[in-house]
């Protein structure tokens, strides 16, 4: 059997388990170690007709890894409904017969924890948690209820809150980075995934992953930490890029830009970031560790007011979907890397069908009527960057006032998304999706009606999951040349990337990853 190891800067990757027996339990450990978990945590509330006895020892004597022990309450958030003396009875048990942790709630921590302690003076350690219900309490109230379990006696104190904001977590960073003993703090939902991420930076000593085929919301997959984020490299002196997006979960960012750093050696990590209110955000998160943003829908348009400068690109877009906080005053500066990345996509992928004939110094949109779906962030960068070209540009979006905005910018012309339904264009045109329709999972639409598709001599979707939509697929069958939006995220993703760090992206690296693993 193993016995944990002393928590030092390394941080344990646990799984935690939630098995109706304590076989199956046996089962998942072994699982969960070849996942890549360092440690498991064990919840006896969840095994039906629990035994004691008969099932810790059969946990115990055939753990693979670390265990922790626990045998959650209902007052508590868990299933738990027996008396007290019996549950308690089971978590000495489980610290005599040699579990390395048993995790007991702050409330009933005081008597047990002495008693365990003196009893095994070299035994397993103790956990003492606390659940907290709704807002994530103030940094405070937090270092008050700290002092609380650590007054306990507690090895290791672990929090977990709920929070109904990202902004709510920064009070879970300073709580870890600045506690005496080990701590384990994160908050559960989407929400709470970076405190899970960036739990290593801050100097958590678990991080909890969820098993192959056990979604838990707010927790990363131990695959997701191992292989994306692979968190046994995060250190203190880790900067933090993050997608500003609402949802995120659809995100491939964190792939790229993750095993980007990682190739080029720059220690950095990417994570993404469900982002309610702008204004708070970046009202919160001020620190130069926070070092960079991607921004994705629906924010490209509204974060411009959050940057203290504006690259006269994105200025002239009207959006933003980089920002890097300058490292002297913190600034933060605001980029657009979709109008090229979207632009050049399209054109390689005419020059590569030998569209044009001969060479030319003029772009192959040139004079082209070029259809715009959406005025959104990604709409304006595509429309100025075919503008730029010299092509004819027509916006269409459910909010004429904001096509016809985007149409003055590109001298070009707005109608109503609904006419898109019904309008017939120019034999030879671009089309242009720059509307979330087609993503995952609303997968089966398309923006345009399918009968026109023909007339259009190349289709771009900048939506890139799935890879090929349905409008690319039916597009291909109407003879059009097609472009994913997986190749202006590659582009984009390279502008962004050469911000990040200030270096020259390695381009046929972050190609190879996107065409492997997207």
């Not at 998304?417 to 034999?427: C, G, I, K, R, V």
Request: hydrophobic share 40%.
């Amino acid at each position: 059997m193993e016995r944990a190891r002393i928590l030092t800067n390394s941080i344990l990757v646990c799984a935690p388990l939630m098995a109706r027996s304590a076989e199956q339990m046996v089962v998942d450990m072994q699982s969960a170690k070849a996942q890549g978990a360092d440690a498991v945590e064990v919840r006896l509330d969840f095994i039906d007709s629990f035994q004691p006895s008969h099932d810790l020892e059969t946990i115990i004597r055939n753990k693979p890894l670390p265990v922790i022990i626990v045998y959650r309450p209902r007052w508590e958030g868990g299933q738990y409904e027996g008396d007290e003396h019996t549950r308690l009875g089971a978590l000495r048990l489980a610290h005599d017969l040699g579990a390395d942790y048993i995790d007991v709630e702050l409330k009933v921590a005081s008597d047990l924890v002495g008693e365990v302690k003196n009893k095994h003076q070299a035994g397993g350690k103790v956990i003492v948690s606390s659940y907290l219900n709704g807002a994530t309490p103030s940094k405070e109230d937090l270092g008050h209820l700290v002092a609380r379990m650590q007054a306990t006696g507690a090895d290791i104190i672990k929090v977990v809150s709920n929070a109904d904001d990202i902004t709510e977590l920064e009070r879970i960073f300073h709580l870890l980075s600045r506690s005496e003993v080990p701590v384990v703090a994160y908050s559960l939902g989407e929400r709470g995934l970076i405190s899970q991420l960036l739990s290593p930076k801050f100097g958590g000593a678990f991080v909890y992953g969820a098993m192959e085929g056990n979604s838990i919301p707010g927790l990363p997959t131990l695959d997701n930490l191992r292989e994306t984020y692979k968190v046994e490299n995060i250190n203190s002196d880790t900067k933090v890029f993050g997608l500003v997006s609402k949802p995120v979960s659809h995100s491939k960012g964190p792939i790229l830009h993750n095993s980007t750093f990682r190739h080029a050696n720059y220690n950095g990590i990417y994570v993404p970031m469900f982002v309610d209110d702008l204004k708070e955000f970046f009202e919160v998160y001020t620190s130069p560790e926070f070092a960079g943003y991607s921004v994705g829908f629906p924010y490209k348009e509204a974060v411009v007011q959050f940057c203290d400068e504006v690259h006269p690109l994105a200025k002239s877009i009207g959006a933003v979907n980089t920002i890097i906080r300058k490292p002297g005053d913190g600034k933060l500066i605001g980029y657009n890397t979709d109008c090229e990345g979207s632009i050049a996509a399209i054109e390689d992928a005419l020059k590569e069908q030998k569209s044009i004939n001969g060479a030319s110094l003029n772009s192959p949109l040139a004079g082209k009527q070029f259809v715009v779906a959406g005025a959104g962030g990604a709409g304006r960068a595509i429309a100025v960057g075919a503008k730029s070209r010299g092509a004819r540009v027509i916006i269409f979006d459910i909010d004429l006032a904001r096509a016809e905005s985007l149409a003055q910018v590109v001298s070009g012309e707005a109608q109503h998304f609904e006419s898109l339904a019904h309008f017939q264009p120019e034999n030879g045109a671009i089309l242009a999706n720059a509307t979330p329709i087609g993503m995952h999972p609303s997968t089966d639409r398309i923006p345009v009606a399918e009968a026109t598709l023909g007339s259009y001599h190349l289709v771009f979707d900048a939506v890139y999951t799935p890879r090929k939509t349905r409008l690319l697929k039916d597009a291909d069958a109407a003879g059009a040349i097609t472009v994913s939006g997986v190749e202006m995220f590659l582009r984009q993703a390279i502008g962004q990337f050469n911000l990040f760090t200030g270096r020259e992206a390695p381009k046929d690296f972050m190609r190879e990853i996107v065409l492997s693993k997207f």
